[in-house]
């Protein structure tokens, strides 16, 4: 048996002859890790993951999921996956329970519906019509339907986009303790606090390919540093301030410079030598005081905007 859960090479989607949504992908999951596939809405992500779900045909590439292909055995991999869509629509008139055991219904084997109720926190709402829930208790119910089947394998497309805190933490807990059992999570997320507490590695994808791949922690190293320093000079934004990227990035410290809506972001590997030299390099263009200075510790959100030049939701 491979040690990887999902495996494509060369992973190709088109759509007529315009639209290039997946270009040449190539993507390895082990078995018992939470992956993430971070990217801004059309980097094809979602294509992505229809493809390895089934859903889709390639237009080219291999595909391997659970050491199956879809062409040959989609009945057995049906009954070893759970999917949850970023968006689920279910009857309105059907309560919890019901819906529950009409999903257990499609499977040979599976947990119980009382065990999935008490997996999502929604005990007290198994008789409630699916019409009745809360945006959250929704989400949580989608969640619920694709973990009845007991997968070894659970694709989750965005699950916490719109929920409440409570509600995100609980869908937390139900990944952690999918990993804790030894099964395997591929999740896509716009919310980097979210990939970077639960995946044990992160491929960020743009334009329909994989551009950087590794642990939360190596990415933020390897492609950031540490912290970044963004600061706005005074005067009007939008203006030409003097300032140059291979000036500031010539200063100690400092590893990278990009302009931001209302001034400049330097990603640094040392805060209390990059601060005071680009004080000084400012104060020597006159341009102190500062509108704004700040810092915080890099982040996946810094990786994919110092990749891509572009925010993650853009």
């Known amino acids: 048996m491979t040690d990887l859960a999902i495996h494509c090479r060369q992973l190709v989607k088109r759509y007529g002859t315009e639209v290039l949504a997946v270009d040449g992908l190539d993507l390895e999951v082990k078995r018992g890790e939470c992956f993430g596939l971070l990217g801004p809405n059309g980097a094809g992500k979602t294509t992505t993951v229809e493809i390895l779900e089934g859903l889709l045909e390639p237009t080219a590439g291999e595909v391997e999921v659970l050491g199956m292909h879809w062409a ?19 009857y309105d008139r059907l309560t919890v329970r019901e819906l529950l055991e009409l999903f257990r219904a ?26 009745k829930l809360s945006g959250g208790q929704k989400q949580r119910l989608a969640v619920a339907c694709a973990l009845v089947g007991d997968p070894e ?38 919310y980097m606090d979210e990939a970077e507490r639960l995946c044990d590695r992160v491929a960020i994808i743009d334009r329909g390919k994989v551009i950087a791949q590794g642990t939360p922690r190596e990415l933020i190293t390897r492609v950031v540093g540490q912290e970044v320093v963004e600061f706005a000079p005074p005067g009007e934004v939008g203006k030409s301030d003097g300032l140059d990227e291979p000036a500031l990035v010539a200063l100690p410290g400092v590893l990278g410079a990009r302009h931001v809506p209302d001034g400049w972001a330097l990603t640094v590997d040392r805060a209390h030598v990059a601060i005071p030299a680009l004080l000084a390099h400012l104060e020597a263009k006159g341009l102190l005081p500062l509108a704004r200075l700040s810092t915080h510790s890099a982040t996946l959100e810094d990786v994919f905007v110092t990749l891509t030049g572009r925010n993650l939701r853009d």
């Open 153 to 190: 394998l659970l694709f989750l497309d965005e699950p916490t986009t719109g929920l409440d805190p409570q509600s995100r933490r609980q869908l937390w807990d139900v990944v952690s303790d999918m990993k804790a059992e030894g099964r395997t999570v591929l999740l896509t997320t716009h």
């Open 106 to 131: 499609f499977f040979p084997k599976g947990r119980t519906v009382d065990e999935v109720l008490g997996l999502v926190s929604l005990e007290e709402k198994r008789n409630a019509w699916f019409e």
């Open 72 to 90: 040959q055995d989609a009945d057995r991999l049906r009954e070893r996956l759970g999917i949850t869509l970023q968006q689920t629509w279910l």
